[in-house]
């Protein structure tokens, strides 16, 4: 009962830190230098953008997920379909048994807790912070997340010399308030290295990204660390395999579960 207890707690924690992104980061002291060249930076990150919208991928993954000092193994699948939709499977390695299953696209959002037996199925408006799918697809894919209105320039982009990086900070508001802040890394090959997601109420969340995989520019390893209900929730993730899909995959279509119980999100507070 306590291992199960731990995996139902790890399955709210999965499912807050992917859809309700109120998130915050520490400040830097390091001195940044403005740039004014940003072609070369700027082609590095459309080459990883055009892959992504033009490839579906799928992973295989391993991950230790720690809860405040408790440790869950996991295993899972993640498909990520060209730039449109993601569903992941969960898996808990002491039981054998899958216990989530999370599915995104551009405007609905699906999850089942089968620990609980409960479900959602709703829209990203049903959230309190309106995320949208491109920010939960910029988190698994290592990608830059970039609306519409953002573009890189002089104003935004910063570079560290001592390290070779280049930092790219975007604000974004929510239906005209202040949302949130997104501090992008990147290395000198355009590389994601880092995300740091920041809100105006003091939630965070920080994604580091390591030993990148040269054929397809993504990294084998990816370290996810935020605060749920204080308390500190650290999820490392080892890629174990990544295929790219054949172009007649088929989507994951949303399944069926009529004996579960559905969560009405706008009552969770976190």
Do not use: W
Request: aromatic share 16%; net charge positive; hydrophobic share 35%.
């Amino acid at each position: 009962m306590k291992r199960l207890r731990h995996i139902n707690m790890l399955s709210r924690v999965v499912t807050f830190f992917l859809v309700a992104l109120l998130f915050s980061c520490s400040k830097s002291f390091v001195k940044t230098q403005p740039i004014s060249d940003f072609k070369a930076l700027q082609t590095k990150i459309n080459k990883q953008q055009n892959f992504l919208e033009n490839n579906s991928i799928k992973l295989k993954f391993k991950a230790v997920a720690n809860i405040s000092g408790k440790q869950n193994k996991l295993v899972g699948k993640a498909f990520l379909y060209s730039d449109t939709s993601l569903f992941v499977s969960i898996l808990s390695y002491s039981l054998g048994i899958e216990v989530l299953q999370l599915y995104f696209n551009s405007d609905s959002v699906y999850y089942v807790n089968k620990i609980d037996k409960k479900f959602f199925s709703g829209t990203y408006s049903d959230f309190k912070t309106y995320p949208n799918f491109g920010m939960v697809y910029s988190i698994f894919s290592s990608s830059y997340y970039n609306s519409k209105n953002t573009l890189i320039s002089n104003n935004n982009c910063h570079y560290i010399a001592d390290y070779k990086k280049f930092i790219v900070n975007d604000k974004y508001d929510i239906n005209g308030k202040s949302g949130f802040f997104v501090a992008t890394h990147f290395n000198s090959f355009g590389q994601v290295e880092k995300i740091d997601y920041k809100s105006y109420n003091g939630n965070y969340l920080r994604v580091n990204y390591s030993n990148f995989v040269a054929e397809y520019n993504f990294p084998a390893e990816f370290v996810i660390f935020t605060m749920v209900n204080k308390s500190e929730v650290e999820i490392k993730m080892n890629i174990e395999n990544l295929d790219l899909l054949s172009k007649n995959h088929s989507v994951h279509s949303i399944p069926n579960y009529p004996n579960y119980k559905k969560i009405d999100i706008k009552d969770v507070e976190i």
